[in-house]
């Protein structure tokens, strides 16, 4: 996160920017923000959407030491889907439209790239976060499935459907086809009981891009050309900058 933060300051610096950040966190939001108000406080705007207003109070704590007035924060409570450029254009040099934490791997590539050229206009940026599949690593896949946090999410999931987990969930990569492509999707099976019967819940579904396909559906679907692509150490987890075309 720290070698994007320094990419977004120079590409940002001197201009006067709107960060847009759907499925907002203030994690890595807060590096991202602080970075890119090095270029001055003055040039900074925020703007979260969120369908709903659960996290307003936690980023407004997180973002306002980086912004001028409280009226540079926004939070706009509602389906991503149904924000259009109109919603964020307010006369800035600069638009980066953020997706972190995976959340793209939940949507199909032609909602995604719908999204952004409804969002998008002009000098748009579109930082997104995505674990690839990567041939011989996908244990990588596995492992972030398995952790605690996945584990007790789909625990979750299955008593909010009435249902008792029985042990962890089971992890999986399927292939899938789709718009002519063949692409691979983790899926989270949960034992579960529910009067007097056992099966399986499936708790999570997200696709999982090869680093060729991410670069294919950015361009194809979100009109955008892809200026840069940081990875983690294993290559598993990439950070993708694209240049909206439109």
Request: charged share 20%; glycine share 10%.
């Amino acid at each position: 996160i720290g070698v994007l933060s320094e990419r977004l300051a120079t590409l940002s610096r001197g201009r006067h920017v709107h960060y847009i950040e759907l499925g907002p966190e203030p994690v890595k939001t807060t590096e991202l923000m602080k970075a890119v108000s090095g270029g001055g406080p003055n040039n900074l705007r925020y703007t979260a959407v969120d369908v709903n207003e659960s996290s307003e109070d936690a980023m407004r704590h997180a973002i306002m030491p980086f912004l001028k007035t409280p009226g540079c924060f926004n939070y706009i409570a509602a389906d991503y889907r149904n924000v259009q450029w109109d919603h964020i254009d307010l006369g800035q040099d600069m638009t980066f439209i953020t997706m972190l934490g995976f959340q793209e791997g939940n949507e199909l590539p032609v909602t995604i790239g719908r999204l952004i050229r409804t969002l998008g206009g002009r000098s748009t940026y579109v930082v997104s976060e995505m674990q690839l599949l990567v041939e011989g690593r996908e244990e990588a896949i596995y492992n972030f499935y398995q952790n605690e946090n996945m584990v007790r999410f789909s625990e979750i999931v299955s008593r909010q459907q009435g249902f008792e987990p029985l042990g962890k969930h089971h992890v999986s990569i399927v292939r899938l086809n789709l718009l002519g492509d063949q692409f691979h999707v983790a899926v989270t099976l949960q034992p579960v009981s529910k009067a007097g019967a056992d099966g399986h819940l499936i708790t999570n579904v997200c696709l999982k891009y090869t680093p060729e396909q991410f670069r294919h559906v950015r361009l194809n679907h979100g009109n955008c050309r892809v200026i840069d692509e940081l990875r983690s150490g294993d290559g598993s987890v990439v950070y993708q900058i694209a240049q909206f075309k439109g």
